[in-house]
């Protein structure tokens, strides 16, 4: 056979034997040389050599497609594991808006016992103020009205404007040298917002003119009433802004006490 003679007389290319078959077999360049090799030498035919190369390639794919349905298996194993962490994660914002739901539930809750418990202590005092009065007056004792001021508020509004302070100074600088007996200021709100809001809102102007007169020309608080009407005793009617605006202000009335 050529082939052998070719090995015995050392003609026989060292590469092939030192890459071994295996290797040729994979290495597509190396399977046509040695495929032309053997075909010159008469070793092997044609298709033999055709047929060597498509088991080949067939080998190759056979391994791609195997790392592909790898790669499918990992993918949709970790697709799993992100839809489960998902809906734990929307499991557990269902529960905080719950929870959420619940404290501001509460919260309201306590704000209007809060509420309700500041309008009963008021009602209280009211009657209070009402009871002595009414012993001053058995007792021949007239209560005067030496004097008054009002200031207004804004829409929803507790802070003091300029033309309000400036009535509160000159309220201020008479009360300091009067002698008066009590200090009643009154606070006022319009009809807009809830009952209780309204009351609250009256409440508040009524406090914010106190701590003004106590501040600023050193009042004495005991001789202070402070309340606040809510949306009572309206000075306009509420239907347009201009009765509202009058119906947003507080109170302040000194009195003085005097026999008949």
């Given amino acids: 056979m050529v082939?052998?003679?070719?090995?015995?007389?050392?003609?026989?290319?060292?590469?092939?034997?030192?890459?071994?078959?295996?290797?040729?077999?994979?290495?597509?360049?190396?399977?046509?040389?040695?495929?032309?090799?053997?075909v010159l030498s008469g070793c092997v035919t044609p298709q033999y050599v055709d047929w060597k190369i498509l088991q080949t390639k067939t080998e190759k794919l056979e391994e791609r497609l195997s790392n592909v349905e790898n790669l499918s298996v990992t993918t949709e194993a970790r697709v799993s594991e992100l839809?489960?962490?998902?809906?734990?994660?929307?499991?557990?914002l269902r529960d905080m808006e719950r929870?959420?739901?619940?404290q501001f539930r509460e919260e309201r809750a306590r704000e209007a016992a809060a509420m309700q418990a500041q309008f009963a202590a008021l009602q209280?005092?009211?009657?209070?103020?009402?009871?002595?009065?009414?012993d001053l007056i058995e007792v021949g004792v007239i209560r005067k009205l030496i004097l008054q001021g009002t200031v207004y508020f804004g829409?929803?509004?507790?802070?003091?404007?300029?033309?309000?302070?400036?009535?509160?100074?000159?309220l201020g600088a008479e009360l300091i040298v009067r002698n008066f007996f009590s200090i009643e200021i009154s606070g006022y709100a319009d009809q807009e917002g809830s009952a209780?809001?309204?009351?609250?809102?009256s409440q508040k102007r009524a406090e914010v003119v106190a701590d003004y007169l106590i501040k600023h020309f050193s009042l004495d608080r005991h001789k202070i009433s402070i309340a606040g009407f809510g949306d009572a005793y309206p000075l306009a009617p509420?239907?347009?802004?201009?009765?509202?605006?009058?119906?947003?202000?507080v109170e302040v009335k000194a009195f003085s006490l005097s026999l008949p």
Avoid at 99 to 102: A, L, N, P, V
């Fill in 155 to 170: 829409p929803k509004q507790t802070e003091l404007s300029p033309e309000a302070r400036e009535v509160l100074n000159k």
């Fill in 238 to 249: 509420g239907t347009t802004e201009e009765g509202r605006a009058k119906n947003r202000r």
């Fill in 3 to 38: 082939f052998g003679f070719w090995l015995r007389k050392g003609l026989f290319p060292t590469a092939f034997l030192q890459a071994g078959r295996g290797d040729l077999i994979r290495k597509k360049r190396g399977v046509w040389l040695l495929g032309a090799f053997l």
């Fill in 99 to 102: 929870s959420f739901t619940q």
């Fill in 124 to 134: 209280q005092e009211v009657a209070e103020i009402s009871r002595r009065m009414r």
């Fill in 196 to 201: 209780a809001k309204i009351l609250a809102l």
């Fill in 83 to 92: 839809t489960a962490a998902l809906q734990e994660t929307r499991k557990a």
